[in-house]
T-cell receptor, first 111, second 113 residues
Framework: QKEVEQNSGPLSVPEGAIASLNCTYS??????FFWYRQYSGKSPELIMS????GDKEDGRFTAQLNKASQYVSLLIRDSQPSDSATYLC???????????FGAGTRLFVKA | GAVVSQHPSRVICKSGTSVKIECRSL??????MFWYRQFPKQSLMLMAT?????????EQGVEKDKFLINHASLTLSTLTVTSAHPEDSSFYIC?????????FGPGTRLTVT
């Protein structure tokens, strides 16, 4: 089992819809969770971090964390074509300073 | 805030030569820096982790004598690809951290001819 798992996609949604990106992780003691956006040919950009159970909203982005289920998700409301990118889920492991990245989910927002 | 720069952004070198890539945290002090490599359409691969003033910790399968990492200060880390070969051609990305969050540099695209 991979430490951080994401559906590789592609996930295709129409413009204006909600895009839902999911991630599961194996280290039950993990405490810090992140979502990065990576455009093709560019480096990852941190868009959300979440540390406690529940929802965290920032503009059109909402991160959701459920530690009991070892599940973290990212919702993008009112999706725009400019949101088309690969979204990386990242989890900081227990007791260490290494962040484990998922392989990413490719999102396409159709105009 | 949390800006990380990398230089150069793109480099082409001949096989057998060495290339140095610089990574700087511009507005914070990075206790830890990370070096990644990414091949086209593949996920990030962590190469090594370095703390200021300490030797880097390399991931399994990464040759430490080929990929020399120096973390001389809290704002600067360098990666030197020694005796580069065409198979080393890749996108090299550094990342800096001062706490839980990691911030990435813009990356360096290395092409070895």
């Amino acid at each position: 089992q991979k430490e951080v798992e994401q559906n590789s996609g592609p996930l295709s949604v129409p413009e204006g819809a909600i895009a839902s990106l999911n991630c599961t992780y194996s280290d039950r003691g993990s405490q810090s969770f992140f979502w990065y956006r990576q455009y093709s040919g560019k480096s990852p950009e941190l868009i959300m971090s979440i540390y406690s159970n529940g929802d965290k909203e920032d503009g059109r982005f909402t991160a959701q964390l459920n530690k009991a289920s070892q599940y973290v998700s990212l919702l993008i409301r009112d999706s725009q074509p400019s949101d088309s990118a690969t979204y990386l889920c990242a989890v900081r492991n227990t007791g260490g300073f290494k962040t484990i990245f998922g392989a990413g989910t490719r999102l396409f927002v159709k105009a | 805030g949390a800006v990380v720069s990398q230089h150069p952004s793109r480099v082409i070198c001949k096989s057998g030569t060495s290339v140095k890539i610089e990574c700087r945290s511009l507005d914070f002090q990075a206790t830890t820096m990370f070096w990644y490599r990414q091949f086209p359409k593949q996920s990030l691969m962590l190469m090594a982790t370095s703390n200021e003033g300490s030797k880097a910790t390399y991931e399994q399968g990464v040759e430490k004598d080929k990929f020399l990492i120096n973390h001389a200060s809290l704002t600067l880390s360098t990666l030197t690809v020694t005796s580069a070969h065409p198979e080393d051609s890749s996108f090299y990305i550094c990342s800096a951290s001062a706490g839980y969050e990691q911030y990435f540099g813009p990356g360096t695209r290395l092409t070895v001819t």
